[in-house]
């Protein structure tokens, strides 16, 4: 049963509202901030007889909280807004009203669904689109890791059969063979070398937290972590987009979904999505062929892996086939699978590579020489000169002064750093609560910025016009 509080003058008083200055930050969000449509987003949640739960604007404000102050501990929020004054009158409770209970918080958050939570950071969003703070037209997308609500230590290993499944190595064997492999592997793991039994996503399961994966950060040890995939735009650096994946997938799984949500968003604003700007780690050629159906321009850095140019041969148009150093042809022979990729395969004729004086230096021990390109070569190509022309490079810097502050903001300041609960949908609304935040108090600042406008007059003077520049600034100050 959805639990209403009724607010009353003997419920907040006068006093607690004077004791708190009129800059308080708190107070300030108090009158922006206007939840009641919460009522009827978790109403159908909610049963019609029973005990009345906890508030839901209460229940989300002290989320708001919780992100506004960097706590990732549900107790230990209880404990300090309860001692303080501003955040009891930005919760409509008096001095000496107790709480919800911090259990109340955990078992609401794991009852509502990601539907409520992604209402409540599309409500803010839409309130910085009606301010002018998002444009659209160039979004910027990044990634970064989240760290689980589970420890390393809770890693088991998975039973043999399955962890031989998953490799591709399942074999038909008796019960008494797969007792006597698993006293080995159980062996191994008591052993004192730890490299003789690594533990990976493919073998080990957190017994904890099952979605979450075990990853790496450049020289930090493995832990286990979840994916924050992101969109930001570069206007006034608001988060449009933001979701929870798994830490062991590529980055570059997740673009296509994200572009699909993200332009629907912007699309329901009337806010066409023209410029995509990303690092390496979301290029792939499947990903921009995407884009340029979609007829979006993405300035994507190629990946690592990729080689567009193979030095020594040239590419002959007119018979599809490349010309080595000895001017001898390598024919197409069609498209092969390489690595899980699909690739335009090219070999040279056996007779010609044996007779060739450039054999040894050109292919080694090999009969002969062959080269492979992938299937979205072309985009590839068009990719690179993008990103390497003169508006590509401007573009990188747009994309390093956008994102990565707001990454940083979000896992420092903004309690994102480590996950409160278990499971992807949990590490969802958290990330999505924390976003709401960042956006929020940004709507905040930018709602009380002084606002400019600039009045020319002119003066004749012995025949002379002079331009005189005022600027009329809307505070106290007066014109300047």
Known sequence: ????????????????????????????????????????????????????????????????????????????????????????????????????????????????????????????????????????????????FV???????????????????????AEQVTPDELLGQDAAFTALEKTDKPKSCPRNNRSHISMSDGDAKLSEKRGKPSRLYYLSSMAVDTHRHVITHIQADMADERDSKHLVAIVGKLSSKLKHYGLPLQYLLADGGFGSGENYAFLEANKIKGFIALPGSYHPVRDGFRYDT???????????????????????FATHYYHARVKDCKECPLKKACCGNKRRQSLTFSVYRHYHQRMQERVESKEGKKMIGRRMSTVEPVFGSLLNYYGMKRSNAKGKRAAHKMMLMAATAYNLQKLLSYSVQPKSNVQILTLKQANTLYFVLRYVVQHPGGIL
């Open 1 to 144: 049963m959805v639990g209403k509080r009724k607010i009353t003058q003997s419920c907040l008083s006068q006093a607690i509202e004077d004791y708190i200055p009129k800059n308080n930050f708190y107070r300030r969000l108090k009158s922006l901030l206007d939840l009641t449509f919460l009522y009827k987003a978790v109403a159908p949640y909610y049963g019609k007889c029973g005990q009345k739960s906890v508030d839901p604007v209460v229940f989300f404000k002290l989320h708001l909280v919780a992100h506004f102050e960097n706590q990732c501990s549900e107790r230990a929020l209880i404990r300090n807004s309860q001692l303080r004054v501003d955040i009891l009158y930005f919760l409509d409770y008096n001095v000496g009203e107790r709480l919800p209970y911090h259990s109340t918080l955990s078992r609401t958050r794991k009852r509502l669904p990601e539907e409520v939570f992604e209402s409540c950071f599309q409500y803010i969003l839409s309130a910085c689109v009606e301010a002018g703070m998002v444009r659209g037209h160039t979004q910027v997308m990044d990634a970064a």
């Open 147 to 169: 760290e689980a609500n589970a420890s390393t230590d809770s890693l088991k290993r998975k039973a043999l059969l399955e962890w031989q499944l998953v490799k591709g190595e």
């Open 318 to 340: 007119t018979e599809n086939a490349y010309v080595c150093g000895n001017e001898k042809l390598l024919y197409y022979h069609g498209i092969r699978m390489e690595s899980g």
